[in-house]
């Protein structure tokens, strides 16, 4: 029987790749209407394997798959798959971790080195006409004089310290996972989250979102943090607090951030980020190149091909086998 293969949503409008991989092993790729949990379950009811990016797949979708083996994510992040029923149910589930870590650092790197030079400050005071170099850098230490944290030290937070160590005076870096922790600590110092706070320059964010870490930066780590501390967030929008970082930016509690990703997106019309004058927006594209759109394509097919092949597959869970 033909491995059946559903789609759940993402912002795709060519699948070209997804087909010429997953035809390989002559499985059948279907697209599901939208991402409810209705039109999922009435689509991947005998469905052998998942294609997922943000779709919400929840125990009670779970529950539905009566065939499914394995649940592919484009994405790093997996909190929308509910790892312990798909385990229990019998489903392998991957992530897709490794496709943008070089275009993330690369970003949350840009972000850092415009705030440090104050890039949305004198954009605006140029386009306005004033034209006052020294004043509007004032004041701006050397970056050879301050500190980088690094709150988690995963992939891009170790490909960033690597980076940033030769420009700046320290790199310290928190880490809340054993993977990521002390065995690769060459290019930082690891310490504790309150030090991180209290003794960083810029934060750089590079967590997963899970319930440990929403809201980790609230209205209590604000206040730990320098009035002149600037926060850079290429990792996940919920990490943050936004009414406290608001509230904190306003009364000039930090010197800004530079935000890649939101609570909601597309972030607002009417959002105060947007007219912050401290704040520096990019539209959720710290994840892109030409490379890396590729790799998103690809990767999440080829762990598919890969797992009904028998290869070995970098799997989150350790499923129960399906009787």
């Excluded at 779709?55 to 083996?69: H, S, T, V």
């Excluded at 589930?93 to 949350?108: F, L, Q, R």
């Excluded at 710290?286 to 092949?309: G, Q, T």
Aim: glycine share 6%; aromatic share 6%.
């Amino acid at each position: 029987m033909a491995i059946k293969v559903v789609l759940t949503d993402g912002p795709f409008s060519d699948i070209s790749i997804e087909r010429e991989i997953l035809g390989k092993i002559g499985a059948s790729l279907l697209r599901a209407p939208d991402s409810s949990v209705s039109e999922i379950a009435a689509l991947a009811a005998d469905a052998d394997a998942l294609l997922v990016c943000w779709a919400n797949i929840p125990a009670e979708l779970i529950a539905q798959l009566k065939r499914c083996r394995h649940i592919s994510l484009y994405t790093a992040g997996f909190n929308n798959v509910d790892l312990a029923a798909a385990t229990e149910a019998g489903i392998a589930v991957s992530n897709n971790p490794g496709y943008c870590t070089n275009e993330v650092a690369t970003h949350a790197l840009s972000l850092l080195l415009a705030c440090h030079r104050r890039l949305f400050s004198l954009e605006a005071r140029v386009k306005s006409g004033v034209w006052e170099p020294v004043a509007s850098m004032t004041p701006t230490p050397s970056l050879k004089e301050q500190t980088i944290g690094l709150l988690g030290y995963g992939r891009i937070g170790r490909q960033l310290a690597q980076w940033v160590a030769p420009l700046c005076g320290r790199v310290l870096a928190h880490s809340q996972s054993a993977e990521s922790s002390p065995h690769d600590s060459a290019s930082a110092e690891m310490v504790s989250l309150d030090r991180l706070l209290r003794e960083s320059d810029y934060i750089s964010i590079h967590l997963p979102l899970n319930a440990s870490t929403r809201h980790l930066l609230g209205k209590d780590a604000f206040a730990k943090m320098k009035p002149t501390a600037f926060l850079i967030n290429t990792s996940r929008g919920l990490i943050l607090d936004d009414g406290a970082l608001i509230e904190a930016l306003q009364a000039k509690k930090l010197g800004g951030a530079a935000l890649d990703v939101f609570t909601t997106e597309p972030l607002p019309p009417d959002h105060p980020f947007r007219t912050l004058p401290n704040v520096i927006i990019t539209p959720h594209v710290a994840w892109y190149s030409d490379r890396s759109e590729y790799l998103l394509h690809a990767n999440a097919p080829r762990a598919i091909v890969d797992f009904f092949e028998g290869r070995p597959v970098k799997l989150l869970n350790q499923p129960k086998v399906r009787g």
